[in-house]
T-cell receptor, first 116, second 117 residues
Framework: EAQVTQNPRYLITVTGKKLTVTCSQNMNHEYMSWYRQDPGLGLRQIYYSMNVEVTDKGDVPEGYKVSRKEKRNFPLILESPSPNQTSLYFC???????????????FGQGTRLTVV | AQTVTQSQPEMSVQEAETVTLSCTYDTSESNYYLFWYKQPPSRQMILVIRQEAYKQQNATENRFSVNFQKAAKSFSLKISDSQLGDTAMYFCAFMNHRMTGANNLFFGTGTRLTVIP
C-alpha cells in the first residue's frame, strides 16, 4: 500500500530536549516536505527536499533541521524545542517534478507535538 | 510567494443540501494546479479534487465540483447532497507548475464545515 509514515503520532517533550520526527514513504517519490498546522494559519511549509541531499527552506524554517540521506526518509529535527513549536506536523511526498504531471501530494497521518 | 485566501473560517449546511466553499489566490504564474483537501477529525489529509490551470473545464468528482475562474483567481468548491461524513476542515491549495525549481504547495487557512443532520 502506498503510504507516508510518520512517527510518533503524539509527543510531549520539554523545552530544549532534542527530538526527531521520522517520515518515510514507499512510493519512490523525489519530492518530500514538512508542514506545521496551527489554528487560523493553515499549513505552512517548514522545509522541502527535491531529491537526496537536496533540501531547502520553506516559509517557517527557524528552529528546525532536516536531512535527506535516502530517498525514502526525510526526518524533521528540533535541536532545542521551544513552546512555540507546539503544533501539528505533517510530512508529505509527491512526484512533483518541474514540468511533471503527477502532482498529488500524499500526507502522513500527522504528529501532534507539545513542548512544555 | 503565492497566497491562498479562504475567507470563511466556519460554515454549516443541512444534510442533503448544497454548500459552496470559497477560495481566492494570488499569483503571477501562468501554469499551476489548484487543490481542495479535506481533513476530517482523524487529521488525515485527503485530496478531494484537483484543477489544472490550463484546463478551462471545471473539475468534478462525484458530489464535489469546482468553479474555477482563472481571470478572477477564484477556485470555489461545491458539495452537493451533503453527507454527515463531509464534516471536516477543508483546505484550498496552490502549486506552481514550473519547468525548473521546486513546485511547492501553498495552503489557505481552512474552512471548517459542519453538516447538520
Amino acid at each position: 500500500e502506498a503510504q507516508v509514515t510518520q512517527n510518533p503520532r503524539y509527543l510531549i517533550t520539554v523545552t530544549g530536549k532534542k527530538l526527531t520526527v521520522t517520515c518515510s514513504q514507499n512510493m519512490n517519490h523525489e519530492y518530500m516536505s514538512w508542514y506545521r498546522q496551527d489554528p487560523g494559519l493553515g499549513l505552512r511549509q517548514i522545509y522541502y527536499s527535491m531529491n537526496v541531499e537536496v533540501t531547502d527552506k520553506g516559509d517557517v524554517p527557524e528552529g528546525y533541521k532536516v536531512s535527506r540521506k535516502e530517498k525514502r526518509n526525510f526526518p524533521l529535527i528540533l535541536e532545542s524545542p521551544s513552546p512555540n513549536q507546539t503544533s501539528l506536523y505533517f510530512c508529505a511526498s509527491s512526484l512533483s517534478q518541474p514540468g511533471g504531471r503527477n502532482t498529488e501530494a500524499f500526507f502522513g497521518q500527522g504528529t501532534r507535538l507539545t513542548v512544555v | 510567494a503565492q497566497t491562498v485566501t479562504q475567507s470563511q473560517p466556519e460554515m454549516s449546511v443541512q444534510e442533503a443540501e448544497t454548500v459552496t466553499l470559497s477560495c481566492t489566490y494570488d499569483t503571477s504564474e501562468s501554469n499551476y494546479y489548484l487543490f481542495w483537501y479535506k481533513q476530517p477529525p482523524s487529521r488525515q489529509m485527503i485530496l478531494v479534487i484537483r484543477q489544472e490551470a490550463y484546463k478551462q473545464q471545471n473539475a468534478t468528482e462525484n458530489r464535489f465540483s469546482v468553479n474555477f475562474q482563472k481571470a478572477a483567481k477564484s477556485f470555489s468548491l461545491k458539495i452537493s447532497d451533503s453527507q454527515l461524513g463531509d464534516t471536516a476542515m477543508y483546505f484550498c491549495a496552490f502549486m506552481n507548475h514550473r519547468m525548473t525549481g521546486a513546485n511547492n504547495l501553498f495552503f489557505g487557512t481552512g474552512t471548517r464545515l459542519t453538516v447538520i443532520p
